[in-house]
């Protein structure tokens, strides 16, 4: 892995006016829902501009709550990620704009809130070369990538450590799901190109000294 995705985490909140849905013109309706519906498909195209970033929104919480009224207000939770802090902040601004745009359309206001945020960490250059060494003289073939999901790994090279990451694929790339699941010969290399790095990293920390 060459690094752990950068994080923007935030709450979107849409408000405007409830009103009984069955007496309430669709011309006339300030419908908070509507405006963070479109602003949930619109995060998709954020992403596939962004080269390589991901957006998910993963809660929403409307209020009244019940379907006789038009939604006052609706809260969701917005999670960007990418490798590249320029790229993820361009992502950020682009969603704020857009959540801008469907509020003014929808005749609605719109409210951010900051949840969490984490800088990408790029890993250690040299363990880097260390584990695609390993990989390669174990498996034939390395690939480099960075990794969205968050792992201990960041936090120990935001701490000033010399980190790197080594992982095997999933089968269909499906991972924290029960279905995750990795062929034994697969599981079997991961083990041999490990042993392998800790070979090459034990002689990195010896000539270091």
């Known amino acids: 892995m060459l690094a752990t995705f950068g994080v923007e985490r935030r709450a979107i909140t849409f408000r405007r006016q409830t009103a009984h849905s069955g007496s309430t013109p669709m011309n006339r309706r300030k419908d908070a829902l509507l405006a963070a519906a479109k602003m949930s498909v619109e995060i998709k195209s954020i992403a596939e501009r962004s080269g390589g970033g991901v957006c998910t929104i ?3 919480v409307t209020k009244p709550g019940m379907v006789t009224s038009v939604v006052e207000e609706c809260w969701n939770i917005l999670d960007q990620c990418h490798f590249d ?3 993820l902040a361009r ?3 682009g969603a704020q704009e857009e959540s801008d745009r469907f509020a003014r359309e929808g005749n609605v206001s719109v ?3 900051r949840i969490w945020p984490i800088a990408p960490r790029p890993l250690h250059p040299e363990l880097i070369g260390l584990c695609d060494a390993a990989i390669r003289e ?5 690939h480099r990538l960075a990794s969205g999901p968050l792992h201990d790994a960041g936090e120990m090279r935001g701490a000033g450590g010399p980190t790197v990451m080594m992982f ?4 269909h790339g499906i991972s924290h799901n029960k279905m995750e699941d990795t062929p034994e010969e697969h599981r079997e290399a991961g083990v041999r190109a490990f042993d392998r790095l800790v070979d090459k990293t034990q002689a990195w920390i010896v000539g270091r000294n």
Not at 138 to 142: A, D, F, N, R, Y
């Open 58 to 60: 993963g809660s929403w």
């Open 111 to 113: 409210g951010w809130e």
């Open 85 to 87: 802090p320029v790229a």
């Open 91 to 93: 992502m950020l601004t």
């Open 168 to 171: 095997v694929q999933s089968l």
């Open 138 to 142: 174990k498996c034939g073939t390395s």
